[in-house]
């Protein structure tokens, strides 16, 4: 009973990237490693994994404060009870990524049943806790204004049901 080829998985990891929109995707038979970066369509042999640093500075290679202050802020969970599914991952990320960008507008579109609401509120917890206001500086928490068309949708954005 030979080793498996080590780049075997590589189409599955390369599906699953594109899905969760990461950038970097591997494939391993648990001896060799491989590498799949999907912005530049590199790949490729590589010894190990990066670390979670490494993996950070070869998915954002240009600095910006707001990006690396939106990270630092976990996710409310509610004490492992509430976790974001991987599209709404995405939305959030999009969202704060255009934010840390300087966007003054962002349109997230999302089906009935996807969790705007849960969206919404996570972007308006990572934008509290990193103190991010217009001025762009963090020198205090921002007023955030959430509306909605039905006390219900509100109420779980608060209670977090």
Do not use: C
Request: net charge positive.
């Amino acid at each position: 009973m030979g080793v498996s080829n080590y780049t075997q998985g590589v189409q599955q990891a390369k599906e699953y990237a594109e899905r969760l929109q990461v950038r970097h995707a591997y494939s391993t038979n648990g001896d060799r490693l491989y590498r799949i970066d999907m912005h530049t369509g590199a790949e490729g042999e590589v010894k190990r994994y990066p670390s979670p640093d490494e993996l950070w500075a070869m998915t954002y290679p240009h600095p910006n404060n707001w990006r690396d202050r939106f990270a630092d802020v976990p996710f409310e969970d509610k004490s492992g009870t509430w976790e974001a599914r991987y599209y709404q991952h995405n939305a959030i990320a999009k969202a704060l990524d255009a934010i840390a960008a300087g966007r003054d507008r962002i349109l997230l579109t999302l089906a009935t049943g996807t969790g705007k609401t849960f969206i919404a509120f996570q972007i308006a917890w990572k934008l509290f806790q990193s103190r991010w206001n217009l001025s762009r500086q963090p020198t205090r928490r921002p007023r955030i204004l959430f509306l909605a068309d039905r006390n219900i949708l509100a109420n779980q954005a608060f209670n977090g049901t």
